[in-house]
Protein backbone atom coordinates (compact mmCIF):
# COMPACT_ATOMS: atom_id res chain seq x y z
CA UNK A 1 0.00 0.00 0.00
CA UNK A 2 2.51 2.82 0.92
CA UNK A 3 4.59 0.92 -2.13
CA UNK A 4 1.62 2.58 -4.27
CA UNK A 5 1.38 5.70 -1.84
CA UNK A 6 4.87 6.61 -3.27
CA UNK A 7 3.93 6.52 -7.30
CA UNK A 8 0.78 8.43 -6.91
CA UNK A 9 2.92 12.07 -6.35
CA UNK A 10 5.29 10.79 -9.74
CA UNK A 11 1.74 9.70 -11.74
CA UNK A 12 0.11 13.04 -11.08
CA UNK A 13 3.09 14.46 -11.65
CA UNK A 14 3.25 13.04 -14.94
CA UNK A 15 0.38 13.39 -15.68
CA UNK A 16 0.77 17.20 -15.49
CA UNK A 17 3.40 17.93 -17.35
CA UNK A 18 1.55 15.47 -20.49
CA UNK A 19 -1.44 18.06 -19.68
CA UNK A 20 0.99 21.20 -20.16
CA UNK A 21 2.90 20.17 -23.09
CA UNK A 22 -0.12 19.22 -25.09
CA UNK A 23 -1.72 22.57 -24.00
CA UNK A 24 1.71 24.29 -25.16
CA UNK A 25 2.04 22.54 -28.44
CA UNK A 26 -1.85 23.12 -29.44
CA UNK A 27 -2.79 26.51 -27.97
CA UNK A 28 -1.19 28.55 -31.18
CA UNK A 29 -3.81 26.18 -33.13
CA UNK A 30 -6.48 26.63 -31.09
CA UNK A 31 -6.00 30.49 -30.68
CA UNK A 32 -6.66 30.94 -34.43
CA UNK A 33 -9.12 27.96 -34.97
CA UNK A 34 -11.59 29.23 -33.17
CA UNK A 35 -11.31 33.47 -33.52
CA UNK A 36 -13.32 34.79 -35.22
CA UNK A 37 -15.03 34.10 -38.78
CA UNK A 38 -12.49 30.97 -38.99
CA UNK A 39 -14.31 28.03 -40.71
CA UNK A 40 -13.93 24.84 -38.72
CA UNK A 41 -13.60 22.35 -41.11
CA UNK A 42 -9.62 21.61 -41.77
CA UNK A 43 -8.26 21.84 -45.17
CA UNK A 44 -4.79 20.42 -46.85
CA UNK A 45 -2.74 21.30 -49.69
CA UNK A 46 -2.47 18.38 -51.88
CA UNK A 47 -0.57 19.46 -55.05
CA UNK A 48 2.60 21.63 -55.25
CA UNK A 49 1.28 24.57 -57.08
CA UNK A 50 2.08 27.04 -53.97
CA UNK A 51 5.06 26.23 -53.05
CA UNK A 52 7.33 27.89 -51.32
CA UNK A 53 4.38 29.10 -49.07
CA UNK A 54 2.03 26.26 -49.10
CA UNK A 55 3.94 22.40 -49.21
CA UNK A 56 2.27 19.38 -50.05
CA UNK A 57 0.61 18.26 -46.68
CA UNK A 58 -0.38 21.47 -45.01
CA UNK A 59 -3.46 21.79 -43.30
CA UNK A 60 -5.09 25.09 -42.53
CA UNK A 61 -8.31 26.57 -41.31
CA UNK A 62 -10.01 28.68 -43.87
CA UNK A 63 -11.42 32.30 -42.48
CA UNK A 64 -14.16 33.85 -44.13
CA UNK A 65 -13.83 36.74 -46.37
CA UNK A 66 -16.04 39.32 -44.48
CA UNK A 67 -18.35 41.59 -46.40
CA UNK A 68 -15.00 43.53 -48.50
CA UNK A 69 -14.24 40.12 -50.05
CA UNK A 70 -10.56 38.87 -50.85
CA UNK A 71 -7.89 41.81 -50.99
CA UNK A 72 -4.66 41.52 -54.10
CA UNK A 73 -2.06 39.18 -52.72
CA UNK A 74 -3.98 37.23 -49.92
CA UNK A 75 -4.34 33.44 -50.46
CA UNK A 76 -7.89 32.19 -50.94
CA UNK A 77 -9.33 29.02 -51.05
CA UNK A 78 -11.77 28.65 -53.55
CA UNK A 79 -14.40 26.25 -55.77
CA UNK A 80 -13.80 25.32 -59.19
CA UNK A 81 -16.12 22.81 -59.98
CA UNK A 82 -16.09 19.82 -57.49
CA UNK A 83 -12.85 20.70 -56.33
CA UNK A 84 -11.47 23.13 -54.29
CA UNK A 85 -8.24 25.16 -54.82
CA UNK A 86 -5.88 27.29 -53.45
CA UNK A 87 -4.11 30.14 -55.17
CA UNK A 88 -2.91 33.95 -54.69
CA UNK A 89 -5.37 36.85 -55.78
CA UNK A 90 -3.09 38.79 -57.86
CA UNK A 91 -5.79 40.74 -60.26
CA UNK A 92 -9.49 42.35 -58.47
CA UNK A 93 -11.91 43.49 -60.51
CA UNK A 94 -11.65 46.21 -63.03
CA UNK A 95 -7.33 45.82 -62.92
CA UNK A 96 -5.44 44.87 -66.37
CA UNK A 97 -3.66 41.77 -65.58
CA UNK A 98 -0.25 41.09 -67.75
CA UNK A 99 2.93 38.85 -67.67
CA UNK A 100 6.01 39.19 -69.74
CA UNK A 101 8.87 37.26 -69.24
CA UNK A 102 7.54 36.08 -65.93
CA UNK A 103 7.03 39.21 -64.41
CA UNK A 104 3.65 40.53 -64.03
CA UNK A 105 2.39 44.03 -64.38
CA UNK A 106 -0.84 45.41 -62.57
CA UNK A 107 -2.97 47.94 -64.54
CA UNK A 108 0.51 48.86 -66.48
CA UNK A 109 3.14 48.51 -63.73
CA UNK A 110 5.82 45.77 -63.46
CA UNK A 111 5.89 44.32 -60.26
CA UNK A 112 9.85 44.00 -58.99
CA UNK A 113 11.00 40.54 -58.25
CA UNK A 114 13.93 39.86 -56.37
CA UNK A 115 15.80 36.53 -56.33
CA UNK A 116 16.61 35.43 -52.16
CA UNK A 117 17.78 32.33 -53.07
CA UNK A 118 17.08 28.70 -54.46
CA UNK A 119 14.08 26.14 -54.02
CA UNK A 120 12.80 22.96 -55.36
CA UNK A 121 9.67 23.38 -57.42
CA UNK A 122 8.64 19.48 -57.49
CA UNK A 123 8.92 16.09 -55.51
CA UNK A 124 11.89 15.07 -57.77
CA UNK A 125 13.59 18.24 -56.98
CA UNK A 126 13.64 20.36 -59.71
CA UNK A 127 15.51 23.53 -58.66
CA UNK A 128 13.89 26.80 -58.95
CA UNK A 129 14.78 30.45 -58.23
CA UNK A 130 13.09 31.48 -55.34
CA UNK A 131 11.89 34.73 -55.75
CA UNK A 132 10.11 37.85 -53.68
CA UNK A 133 7.37 40.52 -55.16
CA UNK A 134 4.68 42.46 -53.83
CA UNK A 135 1.61 43.73 -55.43
CA UNK A 136 0.28 47.13 -55.08
CA UNK A 137 -1.76 47.22 -51.73
CA UNK A 138 0.30 43.79 -50.30
CA UNK A 139 1.36 44.63 -46.95
CA UNK A 140 4.70 42.68 -47.16
CA UNK A 141 6.77 40.10 -49.87
CA UNK A 142 5.39 37.04 -50.90
CA UNK A 143 7.34 34.44 -51.83
CA UNK A 144 7.34 32.76 -55.25
CA UNK A 145 9.01 30.43 -57.81
CA UNK A 146 10.25 30.90 -61.13
CA UNK A 147 11.74 27.42 -62.78
CA UNK A 148 12.70 28.32 -66.41
CA UNK A 149 11.41 29.63 -69.11
CA UNK A 150 8.09 28.57 -70.48
CA UNK A 151 4.94 29.79 -72.33
CA UNK A 152 3.25 30.56 -69.87
CA UNK A 153 5.73 33.84 -68.88
CA UNK A 154 3.91 35.81 -71.33
CA UNK A 155 0.60 36.60 -70.72
CA UNK A 156 -1.26 39.39 -73.25
CA UNK A 157 -3.15 41.73 -70.90
CA UNK A 158 -6.29 41.33 -69.81
CA UNK A 159 -9.37 43.34 -67.61
CA UNK A 160 -11.00 41.27 -65.13
CA UNK A 161 -14.40 41.24 -65.27
CA UNK A 162 -16.75 42.28 -62.35
CA UNK A 163 -17.52 40.10 -59.96
CA UNK A 164 -13.99 37.99 -61.06
CA UNK A 165 -10.67 37.53 -59.75
CA UNK A 166 -7.28 36.72 -61.57
CA UNK A 167 -4.93 34.03 -59.38
CA UNK A 168 -2.25 32.05 -59.95
CA UNK A 169 -0.22 30.09 -57.66
CA UNK A 170 3.61 30.99 -56.25
CA UNK A 171 4.98 27.91 -58.00
CA UNK A 172 4.37 29.66 -61.28
CA UNK A 173 5.59 27.06 -63.59
CA UNK A 174 3.53 24.44 -61.88
CA UNK A 175 -0.03 26.04 -61.26
CA UNK A 176 -2.65 25.43 -63.51
CA UNK A 177 -4.53 29.17 -62.55
CA UNK A 178 -6.37 31.84 -64.51
CA UNK A 179 -3.64 31.86 -67.06
CA UNK A 180 -5.25 28.96 -68.77
CA UNK A 181 -8.91 28.99 -69.57
CA UNK A 182 -10.68 26.01 -68.17
CA UNK A 183 -11.55 24.29 -71.00
CA UNK A 184 -7.69 23.52 -70.97
CA UNK A 185 -8.45 22.47 -67.04
CA UNK A 186 -7.04 25.92 -65.70
CA UNK A 187 -9.25 28.43 -63.91
CA UNK A 188 -10.07 31.80 -66.07
CA UNK A 189 -11.66 34.50 -64.45
CA UNK A 190 -12.70 33.03 -61.16
CA UNK A 191 -15.99 34.53 -59.69
CA UNK A 192 -16.24 35.90 -56.64
CA UNK A 193 -18.92 34.25 -55.33
CA UNK A 194 -16.60 31.08 -55.88
CA UNK A 195 -14.33 32.39 -53.17
CA UNK A 196 -14.33 30.30 -50.26
CA UNK A 197 -11.80 31.98 -47.22
CA UNK A 198 -8.60 33.26 -46.69
CA UNK A 199 -5.67 31.18 -45.90
CA UNK A 200 -3.93 33.19 -43.52
CA UNK A 201 -2.10 30.16 -40.88
CA UNK A 202 -1.06 26.65 -40.95
CA UNK A 203 -1.69 24.65 -38.61
CA UNK A 204 0.06 22.09 -39.29
CA UNK A 205 2.83 21.09 -41.86
CA UNK A 206 4.29 17.85 -43.16
CA UNK A 207 7.78 19.46 -44.14
CA UNK A 208 7.98 21.24 -40.76
CA UNK A 209 6.55 18.53 -38.08
CA UNK A 210 6.05 19.65 -34.81
CA UNK A 211 6.09 23.71 -35.53
CA UNK A 212 2.68 24.83 -35.19
CA UNK A 213 1.26 28.28 -36.05
CA UNK A 214 3.38 28.59 -39.38
CA UNK A 215 2.17 31.89 -40.98
CA UNK A 216 1.83 31.91 -44.81
CA UNK A 217 2.78 35.30 -44.93
CA UNK A 218 6.49 35.16 -43.67
CA UNK A 219 9.68 35.36 -46.11
CA UNK A 220 10.44 31.30 -46.72
CA UNK A 221 13.68 31.01 -45.94
Not at 24 to 34: D, G, I
Not at 38 to 46: D, G, S
Not at 113 to 124: F, L, R, S, V, W
Not at 164 to 177: K, Q
Request: charged residues 25%; glycine residues 12%; proline residues 9%.
Amino acid sequence: MKHRERWIPVTLGLGTLALATGIWFAWPVARHAFDSGRQFRPLYIPSQSMRPTLEVGDRFYPRDLGPKGPARGEVIVYRLGEEKRVGRVVGLAGDSVALAGGIVSINGKPVPQKQIGMGTADEPGSPARKMLEQFPGEAQPHAILDQHATPQDDFAAVVVPAGHLFVMGDNRDNSSDSRFPRESFGVGMLPESDALGRVDFIAWSMALPGRFDRPITRIDK
